[in-house]
């Protein structure tokens, strides 16, 4: 079970701004474990979009952006593109040092 | 070039052993610091992590799952290997490997179907 938590959805035309939350607790974002985000495309694997909670892998436009603060951590996409319809998974550790996923969310491009 | 592939059964039946294997290339287990962990993501819903083990063989699972997962690797084949006893309906769902390196999981295999029926 997910013990990060995000919105179910977020929607915006293309060339807009979105934000995805990522909240979880004093047991592992808040605990200074870093977040990851990833990407899910419908039939291709996962692609890593941001790790240390604000570097991109080379390969990723610099459209996607990551923040950390506090127990809460989030992904902007800006210049919101069609093919950036996806799901989003944020993960981080926790205090026992099992890695964690996020409930996910799905981005809609209007 | 890294790469990752899942393998096993595509069907199991209830109150059995599922055994799936990673195969992996471009990278080594026995490197500081690198990591191969599992996942699964049942139809239609989250991603869900269940295990990991590292370059020098330690071994975390999800809290939920950790009496029924076990996980093992073999350096020499470039493989690890996942078990889940007691299989359920519940367990259907698509399950993958990835490479961790420090706190990421920065490559994926494309995933296995597995359907747990009688």
């Known amino acids: 079970q997910s013990v990060l938590t995000q919105p179910p959805s977020v929607s915006g035309a293309p060339g807009q701004r979105v934000t995805i939350s990522c909240t979880g607790s004093t047991s592992n974002i808040g605990a200074g474990y870093d977040v990851q985000w990833y990407q899910l495309l419908p039939g291709t694997a996962p692609k890593l979009l941001i790790y240390e909670n604000n570097i991109r892998p080379s390969g990723v436009p610099d459209r996607f952006s990551g923040s950390k603060s506090g127990t809460s951590a989030s992904l902007a996409i800006t210049g919101l593109q069609a093919e950036d319809e996806a799901d989003y998974y944020c993960q981080s550790c926790d205090s026992s040092l099992s890695d964690v996923f996020g409930t996910g969310t799905k981005v809609t491009v209007l | 070039q890294i790469t990752l592939k899942e393998s096993g059964p595509t069907l199991v039946k209830p109150t059995q052993t599922l055994t799936l294997t990673c195969t992996f290339s471009?990278?080594?287990?026995?490197?500081?610091?690198?990591?191969v962990g599992w996942f699964r993501q049942p139809p239609g819903k989250a991603l869900e992590w269940l295990a990991v083990i590292e370059w020098d063989d330690d071994k975390r699972y999800s809290p939920s799952l950790t009496s029924r997962l076990t996980i093992t690797k073999d350096t020499s084949k470039n493989q690890v290997v996942l078990t889940m006893a007691n299989m359920d309906p519940v367990d259907t769902a698509t399950y993958s490997c990835?490479?961790?390196?420090?706190?990421?999981?920065?490559?994926w295999g494309q995933g296995t179907l597995v359907t747990v029926s009688s």
């Open positions: 990835a490479r961790r390196l420090r706190w990421a999981y920065d490559r």
């Open positions: 471009g990278f080594s287990l026995n490197t500081n610091g690198v990591g």
